[in-house]
């Protein structure tokens, strides 16, 4: 059973484009995150989210909006896609607690085209 | 800028010698610090964590040191096995404040244990 599955696991599209990565967890957990690994390979928090509310909210363009229609998913949603936006997205989950590890999925790897 | 480095790219290692992966970070209210696994096309694993109020923290063949006073940490792998290559990322984060699991990453060593 897969804990923490992204979808899709690649997503290759023109800039400009409208574009949603999927994340659902079966631990469950009561906090996910979203978090970009850029061409230099740093991980960087976007956004989290605790039952379903919006608890780090880092300096994302606005392009960027995530959704939590429940505590086992969290979406995100990209509109106007350009190329700085490419990159790989990880999704993850924890416990709450900061000293609750995160369970991270595959991720997902975004080309703009 | 990056408040947790990893300064080591790549680490390449004998199979059953140790390896040693080494951070640094700036920001002394960091207080909590992890280390994650990462193997190609998967997502990082959680590999062992401390708290600042130990300085070593073990489990198996895994050691993470603390040294709070030059901020760095460390961790052990012994003996190394070529299993163990991967990409290991440390990460940091606060137990308090406003923080709420937000987790600050380095880049990554880039293990390679040959047998």
């Known amino acids: 059973d897969t804990a923490v599955s992204q979808t899709p696991k690649y997503l290759v599209t023109q800039m400009g484009n409208d574009k949603s990565i999927k994340c659902e967890q079966n631990?469950?957990?009561?906090?996910m995150y979203w978090y970009k690994q850029d061409s230099k390979k740093f991980l960087k928090i976007m956004f989290s989210?605790?039952?379903?509310?919006?608890?780090i909210n880092e300096t994302v363009p606005n392009r960027f909006s995530p959704k939590s229609p429940d505590k086992a998913h969290l979406n995100l949603h990209i509109n106007s896609l350009e190329l700085g936006d490419s990159a790989v997205y990880f999704c993850?989950?924890?416990?709450?607690?900061?000293?609750?590890?995160?369970?991270f999925g595959d991720g997902t790897r975004l080309s703009i085209l | 800028d990056q408040q947790v480095k990893q300064n080591s790219p790549s680490l390449s290692v004998q199979e059953g010698r140790i390896s040693i992966l080494n951070c640094d970070y700036t920001?002394?209210?960091?207080?909590?610090f992890l280390w994650y696994k990462k193997y190609p096309a998967e997502g990082p694993t959680f590999l062992i964590s401390?708290?600042?109020?130990?300085d070593k923290n073990e489990d198996g063949r895994f050691t993470v040191f603390l040294n709070k006073s030059a901020k760095h940490l460390s961790l052990h792998i012994v003996p190394s096995q070529p299993g163990d290559s991967a990409v290991y990322f440390c990460?940091?984060?606060?137990?308090?404040?406003?923080?709420?699991?937000?987790?600050?990453f380095g880049q990554g060593t880039i293990l390679t244990v040959h047998p």
């Open positions: 920001n002394s209210m960091f207080d909590y």
């Open positions: 989210y605790n039952n379903k509310e919006l608890i």
């Open positions: 990460a940091a984060t606060r137990a308090g404040g406003t923080s709420y699991g937000k987790l600050t």
């Open positions: 631990l469950g957990h009561d906090t």
């Open positions: 993850a989950s924890s416990q709450g607690g900061f000293n609750q590890p995160q369970h």
């Open positions: 401390i708290s600042s109020i130990k």
